[in-house]
């Protein structure tokens, strides 16, 4: 199992690099590798190239792109490598390079830091050659022994020595043995796709909520398709990739499609393999009560029912305020503190915290179209401040009701220009805020990396941004009762356009109705009793 650090953030569920023709054979009856277990037709210990020492990363690709000669490029054409998406729909360019959110902000200005995380070496300026083949890194999702690691600060590349990390913590990082690394990948994993995916945000758990360390060996209580003891799923089960193009993005939700798109089909390649539909169709009951549950699912989610709450084994951070950096204890000093159930609550360098267990989501009408407020986006400070916006209503014919969670923060804006602005976070520099907790210095730095204007004056705004709830599938006992949502107060009573029977009622006219039917029933009664003793006086006339 890794052990992973904060900062580490994203990397692509991807599948095996196509196989290579293996070499011959001298000997048929030499004793089996420590690999010849394995599914794929290539023994990488056998690889004459391999056998060697390697002295960095971009070394090993260039020895993995001797064989694999269509991958770097395949890579280089990916979000993954990009950080950038252009949205079909709202025709917005999204991605890390352009996204300001509520957790660590901005990549830009922080790059060292920040692509600890990306698939290539030495992305540690706006200077980075997007290119250059041997900067993709194939090992970050393709080590099986558990000894490569990306540390925040070297700009994408592992420790070539041996280092302590995080500084002044005594702690010593071994550095990787590039050579035994190479000659034992394989498909990827949960741990190499967690890697980041798990550590998004800063930390175990900190920004998705249904992703987190406990998918790297999950029980079927907290994830019905992971299940070390069942399904047994990795990322790429669903997540089904060819050439290297990972399916799925939080940019563009597919919220649903025809049970005709099954992508899980030999032979199909329309839609979105990383759906339920893909695999369970648009009518995924079979049961006494299939039509009924059915008809549900044309306007709820999957994930609405059979996700009931997310961060079931790991809290999640619910709350990130900036506005209180640079507090000092009584001796002038940065500080942290923890709550009752030992999570950071407060870091001088970063601000305030909160943590929550088996959060249950807010529910929205979503029809995969999100609209994001950009860093050059015009603000209105007097109101929260939706970094990205779930569009759908409940008359569109699109929009299904979904699970997200609301993560809340507050977070510095431009006072002159009303827009959010980009700062220097992390860095041994004096205008690097965790340096010297100097707000000005910090966003004057990070607006003058990305050639924006800033005016010279700054405060905080609330703002808020959702995530889709899509992980973490419980097993269908644990999926929500009817009397979860058919009862009031209801799970989705704060979503528009539903009519829910059993939920919605006035005291008033529920009683005056109790009352008729009541009425009714003595009628009856009444009516019945009459006709029997008419019936027996006649019988005795």
Request: hydrophobic letters at 35%; charged letters at 20%; glycine letters at 8%.
């Amino acid at each position: 199992m890794l052990t992973r650090y904060a900062g580490m953030l994203l990397v692509l569920a991807i599948t095996l690099f196509p196989a290579v023709p293996a070499l011959a054979a001298a000997d048929t009856q030499a004793a089996p590798s420590v690999r010849s277990a394995s599914k794929s037709t290539a023994d990488h210990a056998s690889f004459k190239i391999l056998q060697q020492e390697f002295k960095s990363g971009p070394e090993v690709t260039r020895a993995c792109l001797t064989c694999h000669t269509e991958a770097a490029k395949q890579v280089l054409r990916s979000k993954h490598w990009t950080w950038e998406f252009l949205n079909p729909t709202t025709q917005q360019r999204l991605g890390k390079k352009h996204v300001i959110n509520n957790f660590c902000t901005a990549v830009p200005s922080n790059y060292a830091f920040c692509t600890a995380c990306h698939v290539g070496y030495g992305w540690k300026d706006q200077n980075f050659d997007f290119g250059a083949q041997e900067n993709v890194d194939c090992l970050v999702c393709h080590d099986t022994t558990g000894s490569y690691r990306k540390l925040p600060g070297l700009a994408g590349h592992p420790n070539y020595q041996d280092m302590e990390f995080p500084p002044k913590s005594g702690r010593i990082v071994k550095a990787p043995d590039l050579g035994k690394v190479a000659r034992a990948v394989g498909k990827t994993s949960r741990d190499t796709c967690g890697a980041c995916h798990f550590y998004g945000g800063g930390g175990d758990a900190v920004k998705h909520g249904d992703l987190d360390s406990s998918l790297e060996q999950p029980g079927k209580y907290l994830d019905v398709h992971m299940a070390k003891d069942g399904l047994n799923f990795t990322c790429g089960t669903c997540h089904l990739t060819s050439g290297h193009d990972v399916p799925g993005s939080r940019y563009a939700v597919t919220v649903a499609q025809s049970d005709t798109a099954r992508m899980h089909m030999r032979g199909r390649q329309e839609g979105n393999p990383a759906t339920c539909e893909s695999c369970h169709g648009d009518k995924p009951h079979q049961h006494r009560q299939a039509d009924r549950l059915n008809s549900h699912a044309r306007k709820l989610a999957c994930q609405t029912c059979h996700i009931p709450e997310f961060a079931r084994a790991k809290p999640t951070k619910m709350m990130w305020d900036w506005s209180t950096v640079g507090r000092m204890d009584k001796d002038g000093k940065p500080y942290k503190l923890k709550d009752s159930s030992g999570y950071e609550s407060y870091d001088s360098r970063k601000g305030h915290f909160a943590y929550e267990s088996n959060v249950i989501p807010k529910y929205v009408w979503f029809n995969g179209e999100i609209n994001y407020t950009l860093r050059e986006t015009k603000l209105d400070p007097s109101q929260v401040i939706q970094i990205n916006r779930f569009e759908g209503s409940p008359d569109d014919g699109r929009s299904k009701v979904w699970p997200i969670k609301r993560f809340v923060g507050k977070q510095p804006y431009d006072i002159g220009n009303n827009q959010l602005v980009v700062f220097h976070t992390w860095g041994p520099d004096d205008s690097a805020l965790w340096t010297n907790f100097n707000w000005d210095k910090a966003i004057e730095f990070g607006m003058r990396e990305i050639g924006a204007e800033y005016s010279g004056q700054f405060a905080f705004v609330s703002t808020e941004m959702s995530w889709p709830i899509t992980h973490m599938v419980a097993p269908k006992e644990d999926a929500l009762a009817c009397k979860q949502c058919h009862t009031a107060p209801g799970r989705l009573d704060q979503v528009p356009g539903l009519y829910i029977p059993g939920r919605h009622g006035h005291a008033l006219l529920d009683t005056l109705g109790w009352s008729f039917a009541g009425l009714a029933l003595l009628g009856v009664i009444a009516h019945g009793a009459g006709r029997i003793v008419t019936s027996r006086r006649k019988e005795e006339q």
